[in-house]
């Protein structure tokens, strides 16, 4: 063998602990070796045969309940909350997070500040500004995991037990879960076809108002100004906190688009939370949250005990992807996209279920809803759907005291043409 070969394989042994060099003597091979670092046997731990005391939770603990994630992940359609992941550009992504680690520093690798990578938050504050009115600073700027975890953060920070909170109803069910576990007394606001109704009752003293102006969830309304402006007005004469909740209105198909409360707020009590999770794909865990100036030191102190920050790459790929134009070209795409699937479902839902099934018109958003004018229950529908490898969502599940007309909460966004087409027969079989 060549004796470069020798040397560097040597060389490897003893960076990996194999071997040792004395000076002026030979390499020996080491007397302790590495792998006797990696493992320890342990005494076999004696069982005792007298019951343990179980562990005893929290307030907090007893009050957690499951949340019930509704997607099936091999359904043909119409899966809820899901972008068009076959249509993202992954090679452009790769490409990107090849060129952003190659030029990755040291100082880089050591982490970052609780709020996120600056430059990312920079870049926010500026797309805030023109695409929803949102006048922010850098400093405002909150990464997080997403949507779930702003919520979590404000509803620690804001919400003590017993606190009255209050919540769409049908609303967000890890909205639901999360102010339950803290111990919040939740009153339910109705929705209409302009959103959240604010309650006619003064004196809740609330303090935090949980809805979904852009595009309500699960049933689509888009919040006129007239109540955006009515539910500001509730909140600054009572003292509430509003988190807004704007997960997916990026992608409007028609009317101009409508400021943020965030934008409309002259008191500065609206929290605005996005998702990159629903407009990038869902696997990637960044959002973002803007927090009034007076919460900034709060957040910060809550964010750092909790997780300290997100991985500096993703974030850096997610700047470099907003800065050089792909994030608006991709939500471009992927508006024009949405919008010929509701199309190309609403006209399938007419041509197939006329009369029987009623698709609600939406603005904005990846699902709609439709009501059963047939009289069948919801679940028994969605139930045989599910053996069809179809997913619908009984709008009842999203219900927390109200009561809504039997309907069906069902997505497009990622779901191509041909499943729509195959999917909505589907429904047409099962539903009278």
């Known amino acids: 063998m060549a004796r ?3 040397i560097s394989a040597i060389e490897r042994l003893k960076d990996e602990g194999y071997l040792k060099s004395i000076p002026g003597s030979k390499t020996f091979v080491a007397n302790v070796l590495p792998e006797k670092f990696l493992s320890r046997s342990l005494p076999p731990v004696a069982v005792h045969s007298g019951h343990s005391k179980p562990v005893a939770l929290s307030e907090y603990g007893k009050r957690l309940r499951p949340v019930r994630y509704y997607a099936q992940p091999r359904t043909i359609a119409f899966r809820v909350n899901l972008p068009a992941l076959d249509l993202f550009p992954i090679d452009l992504w790769t490409k990107m997070a090849a060129k952003k680690w190659r030029g990755a520093s040291t100082s880089l690798l050591l982490g970052g500040e609780p709020f996120g990578y600056l430059p990312l938050r920079t870049s926010l504050s500026s797309y805030l500004r023109t695409s929803r009115s949102i006048i922010c600073d850098p400093e405002q700027v909150l990464i997080t995991s997403g949507i779930q975890e702003a919520l979590d953060l404000s509803t620690r920070i804001l919400v003590s037990a017993g606190d009255s909170v209050l919540m769409e109803d049908p609303g967000y069910q890890v909205a639901f879960a999360g102010f339950e576990a803290a111990g919040a007394r939740i009153v339910s606001l109705s929705v209409d076809n302009e959103g959240a109704v604010p309650p006619t ?59 943020a409360l965030h934008g409309l707020d002259s008191k500065a009590q609206v929290i605005f939370a996005g998702s990159f999770n629903k407009t990038l794909f869902p696997s990637l865990r960044l959002g973002y949250m803007v927090v009034p100036h007076g919460l900034v030191d709060a957040f910060k102190m809550c964010k750092s005990i909790s997780c300290r920050h997100h991985p500096w790459g993703d974030q850096a790929i997610l700047h470099a992807f907003i800065e050089e134009g792909h994030y608006v070209r991709h939500l471009r795409r992927m508006r024009k996209v949405y919008s010929e699937r509701l199309q190309l479902l609403a006209d399938e839902v007419r041509k197939h279920l006329e009369g029987a099934l009623e698709l609600l018109p939406v603005e904005a958003g990846m699902q709609t809803v439709g009501w059963l004018r047939t009289g069948q229950n919801p679940e028994d529908i969605a139930a045989l759907a599910l053996e069809e490898n179809v997913d619908v969502i009984p709008l009842s599940r999203y219900c927390y005291r109200r009561q809504v007309p039997p309907g069906l909460q069902i997505g497009f966004g990622g779901v191509d043409g041909k499943s729509i087409l195959q999917g909505v027969q589907i429904l047409a079989k099962l539903i009278s």
Do not use: V
């Not at 004196?203 to 102006?213: E, Q």
């Open 201 to 259: 009752k003064a004196g809740l003293r609330a303090r935090l108002m949980y809805i979904t102006p852009g595009h309500q969830f699960p049933t689509g309304a888009t919040m006129s100004y007239r109540r955006r402006m009515q539910i500001l007005r509730y909140a600054h004469t009572e003292g509430t906190c509003i988190f807004e909740d704007d997960y997916d209105s990026e992608f409007r198909f028609e009317g101009s688009p409508l400021p």
């Open 4 to 6: 470069g070969t020798i």
